[in-house]
């Protein structure tokens, strides 16, 4: 029992060992946080992660640790308390630990991750197509999946980390914008494809993405019948009639430009962008850079045709500004205002 005793007080009396005794660390709760004063508070529990709290009370998770091999220290921080819970911290620390054990640093594995959201894939996706590499897209084409994306497939799926899309979470997405609109599901469900067709192959993996296999191979542009797209009942004479008595009272230029786009069958960018030269000798030729399939349109005008098509400018549509210039595609607004 002496022998007990005069261990007990070497151990007490110690002043070393009674230093470490006072100042162990104490289990994180969230009382034992709240309570934390000024200072870098490390947490028993998980190798590096601390606790920094500012002289203003603000406390902010930070992990800071050495990879062995290299001997780089790793500093990042997650946000603050309490904002981040103990445990959320706590596997977020975990993560950084599995890799700085294996000798790797845990931020390149971050920036992998961050690039396999869906956001920032399609960007890629998107910076890819605008450049042409491989095949040259019409701006239209390029505007149009911009536009699905940011209307139809960000809303729902944007968030989605890549590699873990389901073919159930898109054709749910499908079926909701079906409820809309079914022309628009069909056009999403067309661009989803071959957003994440382009993903799984060949240009995907150069971009660096980690898809091993297109998730919905089943998605269908035509999926959803919209009903014929051509209407194949004839307009009676007197129908013919009522949009002539319509445009009756409306100027010249606004007459001149929806009777065009009645006699021509075109487009309304192609009408309102095409320049004069485009006509001779009572024929409208579009080159192929303006006609949405891609190849040169020839367009035979009849008499009435020919003398609307008639113009001295460069433009066959121009507008005037307030300050006197002239300028293409300005009638455009207002005479899709006409048409609706």
Known sequence: ???????????????????????????????????????KHPDPSMAGLCVIV????????????????????????????????????RQWAS??????????????G????????????????????????????????????????ERDIKPRLGRKVLVELTEDECWDAV?????????????????????????????????GLALQA????????????TGPKANKRFLSSEELGWPLQALAPEAHYYRRG??????????????????????????WTRPPRRSKNGEENIVMLGPWGRQLMQTNHEWLFLRVSSMGRSFVGGSRCAIVSLIG
């Open 110 to 149: 971050m920036r992998l991750e961050k690039t396999k959201g869906l956001t920032v894939c399609d960007a890629l996706y998107l910076a890819t197509m605008k450049r042409g590499e491989r095949k040259a897209l019409k701006p239209r084409t390029l505007a149009d999946k911009e536009i699905i994306f």
């Open 175 to 207: 079926y909701d914008k079906a409820k809309m609109s079914k022309d628009r599901a069909n056009k999403m469900a067309g661009e989803l494809s071959c957003f994440l067709r382009w993903c799984a192959g060949r240009e995907g993996k150069m971009a």
């Open 95 to 108: 993560g950084l630990n599995d890799a700085i054990e294996r000798g790797e640093d845990p931020r390149i």
């Open 258 to 283: 929806i009777l065009l786009l009645l006699l021509t069958a075109a487009r309304r960018n192609e009408l309102f962008g095409a320049p004069a030269a485009e006509v001779s000798n009572g024929v």
């Open 214 to 225: 297109h998730p919905a191979v089943t998605l269908n542009s035509n999926w959803f019948a």
């Open 54 to 89: 500012s002289g203003t009370g603000r406390k902010v998770w930070q992990f800071c640790r050495r990879i062995a091999k290299s001997g780089l220290v790793i500093t990042l921080k997650l946000g603050a308390y309490p904002a981040h819970s103990i445990a959320a911290a």
């Open 1 to 39: 029992m002496d022998a007990h005793c005069a261990v007990i007080c070497v151990i007490l009396l110690s002043p070393r060992i009674a230093e470490v005794t006072m100042g162990k660390a104490q289990h994180f709760s969230t009382s034992v946080i709240d309570a934390q004063c000024e200072g």
